[in-house]
């Protein structure tokens, strides 16, 4: 799969992953201000571009990283398995993706809500599943 950012500086290959998932988490929508919509991409990326990355380390555990060209969203890292999460909407038109998932559902706000029938996992149940020990 090829994604890329506003301004093609930076860009990311990817194998085949169709499960796109929603994180409703404060820090997510704060940084895109709303929840991230994302596909979990393996640690299997190729990035073109990373002179005009930047990254932030966001927490002990991960990372967030835009373009510094034209501010786009890339990815948001796993530290410790080097594991992507790639924002659904910079792959390429016509990508085939099946929305299957939301984590920290338990603090997403009350003004939106999606129709998709999606497994659901609260901020206790994602951190007992990936945080390290």
């Not at 990817?14 to 640690?43: D, F, N, Q």
């Not at 002179?51 to 555990?61: G, Q």
């Not at 038109?93 to 809500?113: C, N, V, W």
Request: hydrophobic letters at 35%.
């Amino acid at each position: 799969m090829k994604a890329h950012c506003l301004c093609n500086a930076v860009r990311i290959e990817t194998g085949e992953y169709r499960e796109a998932g929603a994180c409703h988490c404060g820090m997510c929508r704060r940084w895109g201000g709303g929840p991230l919509l994302a596909v979990h991409c393996g640690s299997a990326v190729t990035i073109t571009g990373e002179e005009h990355l930047r990254a932030y380390r966001s927490s002990d555990w991960a990372e967030r990283a835009f373009c510094s060209q034209c501010g786009s969203h890339l990815y948001y890292r796993f530290l410790p398995t080097g594991e992507y999460i790639i924002p659904a909407g910079l792959f390429e038109a016509g990508t085939a993706l099946d929305f299957r998932s939301e984590i920290f559902i338990d603090h997403k706000p009350a003004y939106y809500d999606f129709a998709n029938n999606t497994e659901k996992l609260t901020e206790a149940e994602v951190l007992a599943q990936y945080a390290p020990q």
